[in-house]
């Protein structure tokens, strides 16, 4: 028997390949004492043969993917531009009104609203015993007790 090597080999010279079949349709394995390393297996080569008109029939095989767009498909791509742009001019617009309305709402503090607020704290900071009169309390928000004046 001729190892492995030489069996590929000749193959790939001669393009002839000894497939080892039995008569049952069995593989068989040889290993050649010498080069026990040296083992293959042989399978049987099919030619399948296929009837297109019959695939043709159960199938699709048209090249759907790579066709080129429609007129119609062109058409809706200019419709979509025109929309994206009106969409965008539209947003611009609201977004100057929304800021328009943020500006006429904003509050403007005076100082009598600060006085009135700084004066309210204190009242209620002097209600709770934190002191006795203004003069206990820091000049600036959020009021605190100073720390220089203990109380008496």
Known sequence: MKS??????QFL???EFTNNLDNFGNINLFSVPSDINEEYISFKLLNNLYDNKKIEELYDV???EISTPTL???IEVESNKDTISRLNIEVAALNDQLNAV???????????DVAAAKNLIIQLRIQLGEGKVESDFSSEFPYLKNVDNPPK
């Open 4 to 9: 492995f090597i030489t069996e590929t080999n």
């Open 13 to 15: 010279l001669t393009g």
């Open 62 to 64: 048209n090249m759907e």
């Open 72 to 74: 119609s498909e062109s």
């Open 102 to 112: 943020i500006n006429s709402s904003k509050i403007k503090t005076t100082d009598d």
